[in-house]
């Protein structure tokens, strides 16, 4: 995955800007491709990276990384590493954005009930369990984990440790929610992404739902 990725930033900075090209990426042969329209301006280019050598490759060769499901604490070791990877390719610190799930109540229950579900049926992929691994979560995640695998869905959302919810998604009243998110951005996020998780389940009201915790959010 990492050649690859390496082969596609490649090929669209060549793209972008304007080349003729002809490579091989994976199971793709490219011959004679030119863009028809060039952009005025090249847009810039992220790697989705969750542990080490993607966050490597997209501070080193890219404009900035995109990350999610992490604490604030989680960030500094991620930030750690992509200005680590970009100072060592001779460039300023790199883009660090990450997605931020917010859980529009203020209800710790209804937070943690939702929290459970989203966490035991992501986390539970090979890679981002590979990934909570990698940032210390395995032994947490574990029982969940194996729960999962045995065929025991109910089981492994009612496994997944409060404390998981509480570290990587924000709820609470406005001011909690804003400290949180300041935490993330005192940490490396350099590009907050908001990404609320509404809680009521008419499609009119989620819309409403979101907007409202939007103007909540916003910095004071």
């Known amino acids: 995955p990492v050649a690859r990725m390496r082969q596609t930033l490649a090929f669209l900075k060549q793209a972008f800007a304007g080349e003729k090209m002809a490579a091989s990426i994976g199971p793709y042969d490219i011959r004679g491709f030119r863009l028809a329209r060039l952009p005025a301006t090249p847009p810039r280019v992220y790697v989705a990276a969750l542990r080490e050598k993607m966050l490597r490759l997209g501070a080193a060769e890219a404009d900035g990384v995109i990350t999610n499901y992490i604490s604030p604490d989680d960030a500094r070791k991620i930030s750690a590493v992509a200005n680590e990877a970009a100072k060592a390719a001779g460039k300023e610190g790199p883009d660090i954005a990450c997605r931020i799930f917010v859980i529009a109540t203020e209800e710790e229950n209804a937070a943690q009930m939702i929290g459970r579900f989203i966490v035991s049926g992501y986390l539970t992929t090979p890679y981002y369990y590979a990934f909570h691994e990698w940032l210390g979560r395995g032994k947490a995640l574990g029982p969940m984990m194996r729960a999962w695998q045995s065929g025991e869905r109910q089981q492994a959302v009612g496994l997944v440790p409060a404390n998981v919810v509480e570290e990587i998604f924000v709820y609470g009243s ?32 989620q819309r409403e739902q979101c907007l409202a915790w939007l103007e909540k959010l916003a910095p004071r």
């Open 174 to 205: 406005p001011e909690a929610c804003r400290d949180k998110i300041r935490a993330y951005c005192e940490n490396g996020i350099t590009t907050p992404i908001m990404n609320i998780i509404p809680t009521v389940r008419e499609p009119a009201g």
